[in-house]
Antibody, heavy 123, light 112 residues
Framework: QLQLQESGPGLVKPSETLSLTCTVS??????????WGWIRQPPGKGLEWIGS???????YYNPSLKSRVTISVDTSKNQFSLKLSSVTAADTAVYYC???????????????WGQGTLVTVSS | QSVLTQPPSVSGAPGQRVTISCTGS?????????VHWYQQLPGTAPKLLIY???NRPSGVPDRFSGSKSGTSASLAITGLQAEDEADYYC????????????FGGGTKLTVL
């Protein structure tokens, strides 16, 4: 079955760029009808959608993070990646990647999810 | 402040029925966009529980059900079991936020 796995540094310094990669296995990232998304969860808090990408490279981002976020896709490696610039302690969170089932009108949901990776922003 | 509003906590005894509400606005749930629900067991990633307001993915027990009316949605859990103790999140699409996916703040379910 489809599985997603996040990877990347667990510690990032303030003002630097957070970089994570999500590797998709058991299916193709180039499947139609699916976007691929990043969601984060600060310790003890709720979920926040960061942004999503289609296999063609089309992206859309959370307006509150848009100025700092870049999501890219590498179909040859079946991977997509997240870059978040100018990080602060407020960006400390568990970062999840997930497949995003997307309907024509905009309705969408996330399934399945990766296990998540904790990224701490600290000097 | 989440775009979708959920109660911070609910509780119930084993075997009872509990409901979790999710209140939105005219740009998301009220605009007719679907509501989806996730269960997050302690220390694990969220898992899709209900999609499209009331549909259960394969493997989700029929003790879990969802509904939607107006600007709100609800998740109902019947025959409460100890393993249902978890955080529950609702999610929808918001047309006023550049097509954002929005989540509720989450509800902690405690099985007494």
């Amino acid at each position: 079955q489809l599985q997603l796995q996040e990877s990347g540094p667990g510690l990032v310094k303030p003002s630097e760029t957070l970089s994570l990669t999500c590797t998709v296995s058991g299916g193709s990232i180039s499947s139609s009808s699916y976007y691929w998304g990043w969601i984060r969860q600060p310790p003890g808090k709720g979920l926040e959608w960061i942004g999503s990408i289609y296999y063609s490279g089309s992206t859309y981002y959370n307006p509150s993070l848009k100025s700092r976020v870049t999501i890219s896709v590498d179909t040859s490696k079946n991977q997509f990646s997240l870059k978040l610039s100018s990080v602060t302690a407020a960006d400390t969170a568990v970062y999840y990647c997930a497949r995003q089932v997307t309907m024509v009108r905009g309705d969408n949901w996330f399934d399945p999810w990766g296990q998540g990776t904790l990224v701490t922003v600290s000097s | 402040q989440s775009v979708l509003t959920q109660p911070p906590s609910v509780s119930g005894a084993p075997g009872q029925r509990v409901t979790i509400s999710c209140t939105g606005s005219s740009s998301n749930i009220g605009a007719g966009y679907d509501v989806h629900w996730y269960q997050q067991l302690p220390g694990t990633a969220p898992k899709l529980l209900i999609y499209g307001n009331s549909n259960r993915p394969s493997g989700v027990p029929d003790r879990f059900s969802g509904s939607k009316s107006g600007t709100s949605a609800s998740l109902a859990i019947t025959g409460l079991q100890a393993e249902d103790e978890a955080d529950y999140y609702c999610q929808s699409y918001d047309s006023s936020l550049s097509g954002s996916s929005v989540f509720g703040g989450g509800t902690k379910l405690t099985v007494l």
